[in-house]
Each structure stands twice: as C-alpha cells, then as structure tokens.
C-alpha cells in the first residue's frame, strides 16, 4: 500500500503494509538516526516528531499516519550545520553512546515549541521516557536548559548562535569549548 509522508520537509510516497512499524520504515527509507532500542515504543530512542508531537516511532504503525509530517533527527541539522539544540547536548558532553540521544534531542524540541524557557523540573519531565544507560540525565538536562537560551520562543535561533552572556554562563566560551574557570 502507498502512504503520503512529508519527511524532513520533503513530501514522500513509501510502500508498507499499514500495520507495519514507523520506526522499521523510516530506517528502511534511510532515516538511521530513528533508534529501535525496544520495538515496543517505551525507550525513547524512536521519537519522531509527527504533526509536531514528539512521539515514540516505534509502536506507531505507519497506517496510522499516513498524510501527517514527520519530522526526525535528520531533520534538525546536519554534521557540518548541527542544530542550536544539538549544539548544546555536544557541549554539555550530554552524549556518549548516541543511541539515546536523538530521541531526547527530538523531545528536546518539542519541548522548546511548547516550553520556549523550561524550569529544570520540566526539562527532566519532558525525557522521563527516554531511556539511557551511559550519559544519565544530568547532562541532557543542562543541554536542555542552554539549548532553551539558544533557540528563542519562536524556534528561530538565537542570532548570535548560541554565545550570548547567558551561554557562556552556563560553562561555554564564545567559540562554543566549555569554560574551565
């Protein structure tokens, strides 16, 4: 069967079964950075954005979204343009492994759409269900917290990248290496 998708912007056909799992036909469509680390939907290393809702790929069936838009980590930036929010988890040393992290980087935005100046209880709500065993959740959460400062309300990013007083603040210097004062 065809499904209609807008993945990262570009409108696409895939052919699956409608009960087939998003995460599966993603990777099948090259999209890698969307983890299967369950296939049970419970981890949090399959969260896509879909219609702008951070939600775990794996457990969605892709009959269940057919016509929406989807949005994954591919989407957000590249290795030479990284995204003001995946900026801030390489800065805050907030991946090891990196098979979590695209998951909470994904949640990290939608959190951001919805939450332009998360508290830190809020930050740590918002990855409850992302699932990680080498970083922890300490340094998610202060990328979390500094991406906030990186990304204005409206999702544009900070015009100065991410350097203004606030980020250097938080351990950063002005060419984005953390701070050792």
């Known amino acids: 069967m065809q499904f209609s998708l807008t993945v990262n912007g570009d409108p696409t056909s895939i052919d699956a079964a409608p009960e087939e799992d998003l995460a599966t036909v993603l990777r099948r469509e090259g999209y890698t950075g969307v983890k299967c680390g369950c296939d049970g939907g419970v981890c949090g290393a399959s969260k896509v954005l879909i219609d702008g809702e951070a939600r775990m790929a794996c457990g969605t069936t892709v009959g269940d979204v057919d016509g929406a838009t989807i949005v994954t980590i591919e989407g957000l930036g590249t290795q030479d343009d990284l995204h003001p929010i995946q900026q801030a988890f390489v800065d805050h040393f907030a991946v090891q492994c990196g098979f979590c992290i695209p998951g909470m980087i994904v949640q990290t935005k939608a959190l951001l759409e919805e939450t332009p100046d998360p508290s830190e209880a809020e930050a740590r709500a918002a990855i409850d269900d992302n699932l990680c065993r080498c970083t922890g959740y300490?340094?998610?959460?202060?990328?979390?917290?500094?991406?906030?400062e990186r990304v204005n309300g409206d999702g544009a990013v900070a015009t100065d990248g991410g350097t203004s007083p606030a980020s250097t603040a938080r351990g950063t210097t002005e060419d984005g290496?953390?701070?050792h004062e």
């Not at 300490?138 to 906030?148: N, S």
């Open 138 to 148: 300490q340094k998610p959460v202060e990328a979390i917290l500094d991406a906030a």
């Open 177 to 179: 290496g953390e701070s």
